[in-house]
């Protein structure tokens, strides 16, 4: 430092000024609509309409969530959501991992041609299989089950995991160890189970937030696949009950809060691992 003169030590610290002001700015823009939304969310629809837009509420008006909860079904659909969620990303992790380990060390002819089968998953935009699959899902019999959401969730999930799982055990787990494994008597599960899935870990995390995050927030196919509100996820049945509440910003916001809420607990949680896992897995190699 003592070699740096005064104007360099001013510049830096313009530039460092500078560059949290950025990061302020962004943090602000970024988190002031979900915090906008929680507050709207605690108003009477009378209170919307009168007070300024960016007021803070009054009181804390509590009803409209136990409106929401309870006379509108939303404990329902809070819990499908979280079902749905959890099960994805439990299959789409396992599944991934194991077919990964497959592709990634198990050589044999068919392998190359599986993979790429897999790979072609990618490139399919749920456009263009809607029709398929909803006559698919309605020949089996699954329409308006859980079953029936369930497969397509995981199914659409599984290409671009089985790639990244691929990529990460190929370049990450040496063809020594596991032969050492299998010198010692492990079977191809024991080593899978031991060895492999727990190496696995850092993109097992970036596979559990993606998968997490995109089928809390998926709306689509829920609509398509399911009638009626017994099966209906939190995006769906906020998207249905719009129309129904749309003069009611206070209970709509408050359909909004409880449907985004979820997801931003998850981020803050895992937030530490979100960076770990998307750096270790997504960008490994």
């Not at 290409?159 to 370049?171: E, G, H, R, S, V």
């Not at 196919?221 to 719009?242: E, Q, W």
Request: hydrophobic share 55%.
């Amino acid at each position: 430092m003592g070699n740096k003169s005064v104007f360099q030590i001013i510049s830096d610290a313009v530039a460092k000024v500078i560059l949290y002001f950025v990061l302020l700015l962004f943090t602000v823009l970024a988190t002031y609509p979900i915090i906008w939304l929680i507050l709207q969310s605690f108003k009477t629809n009378q209170q919307y309409m009168r007070l300024n837009k960016l007021a803070l509420p009054p009181s804390f008006y509590t009803d409209n969530y136990d409106f929401m909860w309870t006379r509108m079904g939303f404990q329902t659909f809070f819990m499908n959501s979280l079902f749905y969620a959890t099960v994805t990303v439990i299959m789409v992790v396992i599944l991934s991992n194991m077919a990964g380990f497959a592709f990634a060390k198990l050589h044999y002819k068919v392998t190359k041609w599986l993979f790429g089968i897999f790979i072609v998953g990618i490139l399919l935009t749920l456009q263009s299989i809607l029709i398929p699959l909803f006559l698919m899902i309605n020949a089996a019999g699954l329409f308006n089950t859980r079953l029936g959401v369930l497969i397509p969730y995981i199914g659409l999930g599984l290409p671009m995991a089985i790639y990244l799982c691929t990529d990460f055990i190929k370049k990450g787990i040496p063809d020594e160890l596991l032969e050492a494994a299998r010198i010692d008597g492990a079977g191809y599960l024991r080593v899978f189970t031991t060895i492999v899935l727990p190496m696995c870990a850092p993109v097992s995390v970036t596979l559990a937030i993606i998968t997490f995050s995109g089928t809390w927030n998926e709306f689509v196919l829920m609509n398509i696949l399911t009638s009626g509100d017994k099966y209906k996820s939190l995006p769906a049945a906020v998207g249905r009950f719009a129309g129904t509440l749309g003069s009611d910003f206070g209970k709509l916001f408050t359909g909004l809060t409880i449907s985004l809420i979820p997801i931003v607990v998850f981020y803050l949680i895992f937030r530490n691992q979100i960076t770990k896992g998307v750096a270790a897995g997504a960008v490994k190699g």
